[in-house]
T-cell receptor
Framework: DVKVTQSSRYLVKRTGEKVFLECVQD?????MFWYRQDPGLGLRLIYF???????EKGDIPEGYSVSREKKERFSLILESASTNQTSMYLC??????????????FGEGSRLTVL | QKEVEQNSGPLSVPEGAIASLNCTYS??????FFWYRQYSGKSPELIMS????GDKEDGRFTAQLNKASQYVSLLIRDSQPSDSATYLC????????????FGKGTKLSVIP
């Protein structure tokens, strides 16, 4: 069974803390994505990666960075967490080929609360 | 800014009826189109993909694409209470793009 696993389902952090969200996929997918989902705003792309060590900014990269040292692992980093980063974070992966880029497999999500 | 628009709903249909969900997109060069279903408190899951004009059927689901009108729809036949969820339309803007743009979703309620 294909799987995208996010390291933490629920996190509570304080303003200014550094936060790591990790995501691992076992499908040998080239593409990996980090989205955040907020009520009324939908899914917004933070960063994506189409290959190891490659990264591209999405629509809302400010305040975030990412790391992809291995094909199966994509990490999202909040250098200094702020209350407006309280959200549901979703990791996803997909194949590289043609339209399958858009056939995303999502992890279960990480709900981050910043106090 | 590439946009994908959906009616937020809620859309309520009686059990056994056809539910019709609609989506428009702004980028005329868009190549690939997807419908995701998201149950409350869960992650989105892919239910349909469509790449060429016309209809694509999979069980009770039919996706319809009209590139000239920049319109994609999802029909759910014989709707069941278990179909109650938010349906997200998503578009890959063009060839060579990796970035999927999502609509904000339509909430569907199927009334027993």
């Amino acid at each position: 069974d294909v799987k995208v696993t996010q390291s933490s389902r629920y996190l509570v952090k304080r303003t200014g803390e550094k936060v790591f969200l990790e995501c691992v996929q076992d499908m040998d997918h080239e593409n990996m994505f980090w989205y955040r989902q907020d009520p009324g705003l939908g899914l917004r792309l933070i960063y994506f990666s189409y290959d190891v060590k490659m990264k591209e900014k999405g629509d809302i990269p400010e305040g975030y960075s990412v790391s992809r040292e291995k094909k199966e692992r994509f990490s999202l980093i909040l250098e200094s967490a702020s209350t407006n980063q309280t959200s549901m974070y979703l990791c996803a992966s997909s194949l590289h080929e043609g339209g399958m880029v858009g056939e995303l497999f999502f992890g279960e999500g990480s709900r981050l609360t910043v106090l | 800014q590439k946009e994908v628009e959906q009616n937020s709903g809620p859309l309520s249909v009686p059990e056994g009826a056809i539910a019709s969900l609609n989506c428009t997109y702004s980028d005329r060069g868009s190549q690939s189109f997807f419908w995701y279903r998201q149950y409350s408190g869960k992650s989105p899951e892919l239910i349909m993909s469509i790449y060429s004009n016309g209809d694509k059927e999979d069980g009770r689901f039919t996706a319809q694409l009209n590139k000239a009108s920049q319109y994609v729809s999802l029909l759910i036949r014989d709707s069941q209470p278990s179909d109650s969820a938010t349906y997200l339309c998503a578009v890959v803007p063009g060839a060579g793009s990796y970035q999927l743009t999502f609509g904000k979703g339509t909430k569907l309620s199927v009334i027993p």
